[in-house]
T-cell receptor
Framework: AAGVIQSPRHLIKEKRETATLKCYPIPRHDTVYWYQQGPGQDPQFLISFYEKMQSDKGSIPDRFSAQQFSDYHSELNMSSLELGDSALYFC????????????????FGAGTRLSVL | DAKTTQPPSMDCAEGRAANLPCNHSTISGNEYVYWYRQIHSQGPQYIIHGLKNNETNEMASLIITEDRKSSTLILPHATLRDTAVYYCIVRVGLYNQGGKLIFGQGTELSVKP
């Protein structure tokens, strides 16, 4: 079965540079989520999109922005990178159904490991 | 979303059942219990979820107490590959939009030979 695809898998940047992470959700999934996991920490929610509109926002720095495109893929743009942005960034997708049964199961990609030097 | 409490770590012998508890005493009537696990640095993996009835799938069983204030995830025959951090997450499962997962401390399960 198709899974969530994230690219790149690894990214090395210098301080103050910009980075763009990409996420391709499972086909037919309409919602995308971004999570950040620092070293030794639990994943923290950043932002989500439902049907190409921002649906929720967590502790996402103002230097970060994201969007979901017409083909449902999403990009997380990170500017003025800081050392503390070094982390694993996970994208997840889910399909919300209007069939009475609530599933809302999020499926995660393998993540992008960002290292800021 | 309700807060959950899990033991920080547990050990289990390979081939035995692993029973992972979770307390969620402030759970609301419309909140679901979800379990995810994360094998070292991999993306979190969905295991199972439930509202009030016990649930079973190919990976695990979920036992929810009648008052819904606690639950137990059961891995019936743990293998070394089940070594991971297990997260119990309580959240409203909205049918008309997605909802974020709030990852708490989790339980680090070590399956030993």
């Amino acid at each position: 079965a198709a899974g969530v695809i994230q690219s790149p898998r690894h990214l090395i940047k210098e301080k103050r540079e910009t980075a763009t992470l990409k996420c391709y959700p499972i086909p037919r999934h309409d919602t995308v989520y971004w999570y950040q996991q620092g070293p030794g920490q639990d994943p923290q929610f950043l932002i989500s999109f439902y049907e190409k509109m921002q649906s929720d926002k967590g502790s996402i720095p103002d230097r970060f922005s994201a969007q979901q495109f017409s083909d449902y893929h999403s990009e997380l743009n990170m500017s003025s990178l800081e050392l503390g942005d070094s982390a694993l960034y996970f994208c997840a997708s889910s399909e919300v159904r209007f069939l009475g049964e609530t599933k809302n199961i999020q499926y995660f990609g393998a993540g992008t490991r960002l290292s800021v030097l | 979303d309700a807060k959950t409490t899990q033991p920080p770590s547990m050990d289990c012998a390979e081939g035995r059942a692993a029973n992972l508890p979770c307390n969620h005493s402030t759970i609301s009537g419309n909140e679901y219990v979800y379990w995810y696990r994360q094998i070292h640095s991999q993306g979190p993996q969905y295991i199972i979820h439930g509202l009030k009835n016990n649930e079973t799938n190919e990976m695990a069983s979920l036992i929810i107490t009648e008052d819904r204030k606690s639950s137990t995830l059961i891995l019936p025959h743990a293998t070394l590959r089940d070594t991971a951090v297990y997260y119990c997450i309580v959240r409203v499962g909205l049918y008309n939009q997605g909802g974020k997962l709030i990852f708490g401390q989790g339980t680090e399960l070590s399956v030993k030979p």
